[in-house]
């Protein structure tokens, strides 16, 4: 029998998401909606789910005994109580990024996670699920030597007058802050931020670029690029420095063309686009899970750690100082 998923949240992400399990991929199906905005319920039940029921509330859907799985991609605020409400009812459940707004809120959820004693949540870093970061990774850990550095670059073309200074790290260095660890197999334990000359093109609530330095556990050294108006496309970068050589994340698959006495290849503008089957993969991982009872993937864990990592940078983004990033122990179920 096919799992049957609750979405809460039926915005673009989750009608997207909605979209994927019930058209692409195998073994779940989209059975109930919830969402603030009933009209957006309403619109995914008619353009994706036609059979789903709606429900008032996210806790009424999770309580439901006809929801075997969740699918958390409401608003950031509100990813605690459920992802908590999930946790109590035993459910399996994907949440997209962030786990939680706080580091605090993110602690609550891997307490009781781990009070449950299983692996229950997802959290939402599709890059891991990259074919490009996959291969990068594979070479990392058995063809260059031992990590030294890492150069890296997260360029955006433009961004809307909403997106402020900090949101460079909650928002978009968060993807970074999560698959170094996960492909250096390390944890940080300082942040720098530093602020070249700004564009013209940043608005004045907003300092771009910027570049955050990390030192990692192990003594690895990391740069990154955040420069969210660069013009010229969406672009990620990424370089390992090991003892033995060097690796680099592989460029987006395009054909190479000659015309009007140019050579040219074309760069992609939209980050739906760059990671558009990683999203594939990432769920198709959290139905395979779920269908068993428990979850995979980036963890609870993972998205503490991201929390607390975020908030050192944004300090230092504040303070020009290089600041420590501590964490507790690991707790045994995320060993």
């Known amino acids: 029998m096919a799992l049957r998923i609750g979405v809460i949240g039926a915005g673009a992400i989750g009608q997207d ?5 019930n058209q692409v991929l ?3 199906h989209i059975v109930a909606v919830s969402d603030v905005n009933a009209g957006n319920a309403a619109a995914l039940q008619s353009e994706v789910a036609p059979d789903a029921t709606l429900f008032a509330t996210g806790e009424e859907l999770i309580a439901a005994p006809e929801i075997d799985a969740v699918l958390v991609t409401s608003w950031g605020t509100t990813h605690e109580q459920y992802v908590l409400a999930a946790i109590a009812a035993g459910k399996p459940c994907f949440c997209e990024k962030p786990l939680a707004t706080t580091a605090e809120g993110a602690r609550r959820i891997v307490e009781a996670e781990s009070a449950a004693g299983k692996r229950l949540v997802q959290v939402g870093f599709m890059r891991r699920y990259d074919e490009g970061y996959k291969m990068l990774k594979a070479v990392v850990d058995k063809e260059i030597g031992t990590p030294l550095m890492v150069h ?35 944890d940080y334990v300082s942040a720098q931020v530093v602020f070249p000359r700004k564009t013209s093109h940043a608005h004045g609530k907003l300092r771009d670029p910027q570049i955050v330095l990390l030192e990692t556990a192990k003594g690895v050294r990391i740069d990154v690029e955040v420069f969210v108006n660069c013009r010229y496309g969406y672009d990620i970068q990424c370089q ?15 054909i190479v063309t000659r015309k009007k006495a ?16 990683s999203y594939d993969v990432e769920l198709q991982d959290f139905i395979d899970a779920a269908a068993k009872g428990t979850a995979s993937g980036p963890s609870s864990w993972d998205g503490y750690v991201a929390a607390v990592t975020s908030d050192a940078c944004v300090k230092a983004q504040e303070t020009g100082e290089i600041v420590p990033i501590e964490l507790p122990a690991r707790p045994a179920l995320y060993a």
């Open 17 to 21: 998401h909605a979209r994927r399990i």
């Open 240 to 254: 390992v420095v090991g003892e033995e050589g060097l690796a680099n994340l592989p460029e987006p698959m395009s």
């Open 262 to 277: 140019k050579l040219q290849n074309a760069i992609l503008t939209d980050w739906k686009h760059r990671f558009i089957d």
């Open 26 to 28: 195998t073994g779940a």
């Open 152 to 186: 890296a670059a997260h360029r955006n073309a433009s961004v809307a007058e909403a997106y402020v200074t900090p949101m460079a790290i909650h928002d978009t260095l968060i993807h970074e802050i999560d698959v170094f660890r996960w492909l250096l197999d390390d």
